[in-house]
C-alpha cells in the first residue's frame, strides 16, 4: 500500500499521530525525489 494511501486512511480513521509520522515519511521521500542527484544515491 502506497504512503499516501496509508495516509489517507489514517487520517479517514482518526489516527492522527500515525497519519503525522506517514506525511513526514511521505514529505522524506518526496524531498528525495525533487532533489537533483539524490535519487541516484549521492550525498550532499
Known amino acids: 500500500m ?3 494511501k ?3 486512511e489514517a487520517i479517514a480513521a482518526e ?3 500515525k497519519a503525522a ?3 513526514d ?3 522524506h521521500v518526496e524531498k ?3 532533489e537533483p542527484g539524490r535519487a541516484h544515491g549521492e550525498t550532499a
Open 6 to 8: 496509508q495516509l489517507s
Open 15 to 17: 489516527q492522527y499521530e
Open 2 to 4: 502506497t504512503l499516501r
Open 32 to 34: 528525495g525525489r525533487s
Open 21 to 23: 509520522t506517514l506525511r
Open 25 to 27: 515519511q511521505l514529505m
